[in-house]
């Protein structure tokens, strides 16, 4: 009887320390957000996190920590130990475009690790009632005649909203002055009430403002019109091409997560972004869902990366 005993004993003990036998970790995932609540940043991270924590079956917490062009979030997860635990919603601002203008504390191509791409979402020229144009003709025709007198706000420098307005102005050979805030809530409390005269915001953001009339939309910064905005021409339509400037997020971990914690949480994103609750609340603010895994995710960073350091290179943006 003792030697059936120790024999169960043993093989119990064998059991638990066997390769994949691992308890569940309870611990909460902190989603880090580099922006403040309500921005677009932060509308992609609260879609995805109730159902992401069904599938990990571990709390999300979304922490958001703005200012700095989304990068004090992504400095933070970037720093944070390697267990899946501390995941970053990245945006193209912190991850594609800051780098080439911020002196950072992190690498964002060695020091975050791709998981999954969630969404991508197109920019919408805006401006508030009390500017008199209709529509982007009547825009550029009031900016060329008023020199450094409009003013333009986004959500920081580097943001895409910021781009967008220096590739804007570029193109119609006219003078805009660049207001940054911390977020894009704070923005548009600005824009709204006129202490800013347009922006070229993300999609999330604004799409309530332009549907209750507190803001007009005169063009989508994208290739195509938005299903959202039918009547709404691309920028290309309106008469100033060249200008493609889509916002778009993903799910980062930090540098040196193990290559099975990635594939789990890339997978778990999979499910979440095949959700049909999940892509009805992504389609109703403007966006199209990801399709990118990790390995895919991680050579899209690159690209997007590359390509607007040049963008910035012959714009000549930097630091206001």
Known sequence: MKRWLTGAIAGLMGFAAAPGAQAQDTRPVRLMVGAAPGGGTDVMARIVSEKLAAI????????????????????????????????????????????????????????????????????????????????????????????????????????TQHLAGAAF??????????????????????????????????????????KSGKLRALAVTADRRSALLPDVPTLAEAGVPGIQMNAWYGVYAPGGTPPATLQKLSAALATVLKDPDTVRRLNDVGALPGTLGSAQFDAFSRAEFARYGKLIGELGVKLD
């Open 56 to 159: 990990l079956k571990q709390a999300v917490v979304v922490d958001n920590r703005p200012g700095a062009s989304n990068t004090i979030a992504a400095d933070i997860t970037a720093k944070a130990v390697p267990d899946g635990n501390t995941l970053l919603m990245g945006v193209v601002t912190s991850q594609a475009i800051a780098p080439h203008l911020l002196k950072l504390q992190f690498n964002p191509l060695k020091d975050l690790a791709p998981v999954a791409l969630v969404a991508t979402v197109p920019n919408v020229l805006v401006v508030n009632n009390q500017v008199p144009a209709r529509d982007v003709k009547a825009l550029v025709a009031q900016i060329q005649a008023n020199p450094d007198k409009f003013r333009y706000s986004s959500s920081g420098v580097g943001s």
């Open 169 to 210: 102005a570029h193109q119609i050979h006219g003078k805009l002055l660049h207001v940054p805030y911390k977020s894009s809530s704070s923005a548009l409390v600005d824009l709204m009430g006129g202490q800013v005269d347009m922006s070229f915001e993300t999609m999330p953001s604004v799409i309530n403002f332009i």
